[in-house]
Nanobody, 115 residues
């Protein structure tokens, strides 16, 4: 089953968006949850990760502006994005790693930040 992110859209620079991704099945609590993005002409890159117990991790470009979280009761992961910049424009994807198995990629959600 593909993991589909939602919540993207068009926002002005300095604005905020919250992305979400609900994971089917009953292994979410065992999973590391990841957010990726792919900007035009660039490779998909990991931007935020939250393991089962460890502290969240962020790439330098988003640290301090983005916050990853999870609600195990809802099998849902979130990415709160604040102080958005035009260079944050990309397709954003969610994925999981469960018992060393990577989930199926969905189509992602487009985030466009206007200047």
């Amino acid at each position: 089953v593909q993991l589909q992110a939602s919540g993207g859209g068009l926002v002005q620079a300095g604005g905020s968006l919250r992305l979400s991704c609900t994971v089917p099945g009953n292994t979410f609590t065992l999973s590391t949850v990841d957010w990726y993005r792919q900007a035009p002409g660039h490779q998909r890159e990991l931007i935020a990760r939250m393991s089962r117990r460890g502290p969240p991790e962020y790439t330098a470009f988003v640290k301090g502006r983005f916050t990853i979280s999870r609600d195990n009761a809802k099998n849902t992961m979130y990415l709160q994005m604040s102080s958005l910049k035009p260079e944050d424009t990309a397709v954003y994807y969610c994925n999981t790693i469960t018992l060393m198995s990577v989930g199926s990629w969905g189509q992602g959600t487009q985030v466009t930040v206007s200047s």
